[in-house]
């Protein structure tokens, strides 16, 4: 069974930093697309980071520049490191894999909370 697994969530204060990791098992993640959304509470879930195969990165507007998105494939791991945090990066952290063959392989983690204030 497909597992991911968050860690490194926890509250900051802004202008500070977390590092979240995203473990896979039962999964190759050398083979997936990695994704990291976040969920804040009455918001609709967002798109944060993406990290492609061949490491492509793409990032949502309201984090270019403060996160970084990155893999170990050797280690199965995921991670999104964040600098410059702000209240409004407030939310529940998700992981996601996803990939594309004759059908669609689409995983999520539980979700870990990051809550920036002072």
């Known amino acids: 069974q497909v597992q991911l697994v968050e860690s490194g969530g926890g509250l900051v204060q802004p202008g500070g930093s977390l590092r979240l990791s995203c473990a896979g098992s039962?999964?190759?993640?050398?083979?997936?697309?990695l994704n990291w959304y976040r969920q804040a509470p009455g918001k609709q879930r967002e798109l944060v980071a993406t990290?492609?195969?061949?490491?492509?990165?793409n990032y949502a507007d309201s984090v270019k520049g403060r996160f970084t998105i990155s893999r170990e494939n050797a280690k199965n791991t995921a991670y999104l490191q964040m600098n410059n945090l702000k209240p409004d990066d407030t939310a529940v952290y998700y992981c996601?894999?996803?990939?594309?063959?004759?059908?669609?392989?689409?995983?999520w983690g539980q979700g870990t909370q990051v809550t920036v204030s002072s």
């Open positions: 996601n894999a996803n990939a594309k063959w004759l059908v669609t392989r689409d995983y």
């Open positions: 039962n999964i190759i993640f050398r083979s997936y697309i």
């Open positions: 990290i492609t195969t061949d490491g492509t990165t």
